[in-house]
DNA sequence: CTTTTGAATTAGACGTGTCTAATTCCCCCC
DNA sequence: GGGGGGAATTAGACACGTCTAATTCAAAAG
């Protein structure tokens, strides 16, 4: 799992690079977390070695698509917190925000498609700024039951994983598959598995549970752009 | 403020203590908490230095007044937790556990008393369980306007800190204010403070967010006992 | 093409929570 | 009342996220 000081170094240079100029630099990034520009270098490798930052030495970051997803994973738990607990517990909201920023580090996948099912998925939240939406537009399940069905065969674009175990991050990015990726799904091959041909030629098989997290969309699709701004 | 390692120590200690005999055995707390002996070792030092346990080396550890308050909080928040997502987000009661296990040490007190408002003051959660109520009976609040109306000059026992950090917990503990000390309020002193006689005869003089978080009942009032068992 | 200077990195340290291996202690049994 | 044996503690290590102080770098200014 990443840290929860990881998400938040994610976070915070999402939001810049949406700002200011990529890439961004070490203190910047060590003003907007208050902590000092030694400790900024130190966690940036950490996420560099895990593929979540691009990093130049002496330049600065930018997330790679893998940490963008992370990024917009935890402000989506974010807004989602924040209208849950102005909408279902009556918090004003001026102040959700700190509780916010504590929990959206905590919550399940469980626990947020509970609360946008019970906020009837919410597109903004009550600062009204944009909650990233759980599946990016036309985007299926790469599963062996979603496949089956309609886009076998077919060429598709990873749209994002959605996944917070860095271990099954690293397992598929290792493998090949990260955002931007095209594959064709070869086959709905052994049970409980999905088998994948990457451009490369490359095959992967993946266990179900795995599959599940991919979410694909076809190539050539506009990309309507999600906005995301400050919380 | 404690770390959620301390408040799982505490939850556990105070849980074994209902069971078998106090004190508790290291090996025993290593087993509950799946560490290993000398990683509990160096935690009840640890929490033997801020006074939530009692400690007999070679012997076992009990829960101060001031630890079984904090391990009762933590309850708390577990089984108001596991009502809220059964009630309100609709989870199965089967598979609660987990999420509030995490979240149990994430939410601040305003939440709780938002989920508990919301739940309509439940006394107990989905398994049956008991939820240790937030006020213990004849309690009032050692505040500026709670005495300044009705306790104001008579003698008060201290039922509970209802504070989670530890800086006011260890102030207090310092003024020598913890769970059963018995005070007078002496008069409602500058704006923004409340003064407190000691037994002792020493006067303290408290902010009022600190006075707040002070339960008191009457010196003699009977206790019933608080039922508390297994999540 | 130097020099300067401010930003970034390296070096070395610390607190927390954890571990394994070594040691010490308590207490029961003969 | 001395041994043994099992439990507990000490010793020493490590990963994390953080810090300060020292060093190195890059890019702008001369």
Redesign the pocket.
Known sequence: ML?E??EDYLKAIYRLERDGEPPI???TIAETL?????????????LADRDLVE?E????VTTTAEGETVALEIIRHHRLLETFLTEKLGYDWAEVHEEAEVLEHHISEEFERRVAAALDEPEVDPHGDPIPSEALDPVDDVSATALSEHEEGGRLEVARVRDRDPAELTYLADAGITPGTVLTVDEVAPIGMVTVKLESGAEVSLPDHIADAIQVRRPESERPEDGVSEA
Chains 1, 2 share one sequence.
């Open positions: 840290s000081q990881m630099a070490t203190s208050d902590v000092t520009p030694p400790t900024v270098t130190s966690m940036v490798e950490k990093r030495k002496y330049k600065g």
